[in-house]
């Protein structure tokens, strides 16, 4: 029991960070013609909303795996290991 929840934490944990990686370069702010520090760094990176939308999108997608295991579609097991039972 423990140990499955355990394997859900950390493939979760892995999609969200793949996830912020993706939703990082979304919806910034471009600098233009102000003088900043790094030239390519938004100025209202909305980090928070960012934050939020990849915890959103990341829980679904674990919410799916979880699905589709209990029904018996995929194993968490062969998609973790790529052996089977």
């Known amino acids: 029991m423990w140990s499955v929840i355990i394997t859900y934490f950390f493939v979760f944990m ?21 003088e900043v ?13 960012k934050i939020f939308r990849t915890t959103l999108i990341a829980g679904g997608i674990i919410a799916l795996l979880f699905i589709l295991s209990q ?9 973790l290991t790529g052996r089977s039972l």
Not at 15 to 26: A, G, N
């Open 14 to 34: 892995i999609i969200w960070w793949l996830v912020l990686f993706t939703q990082l370069p979304r919806g910034g702010t471009a600098p233009g013609e102000q």
């Open 37 to 49: 520090n790094e030239y390519g760094a938004p100025l209202q990176p909305n980090l928070k909303a």
């Open 71 to 79: 029904l018996g579609v995929i194993s968490l097991f062969e998609l």
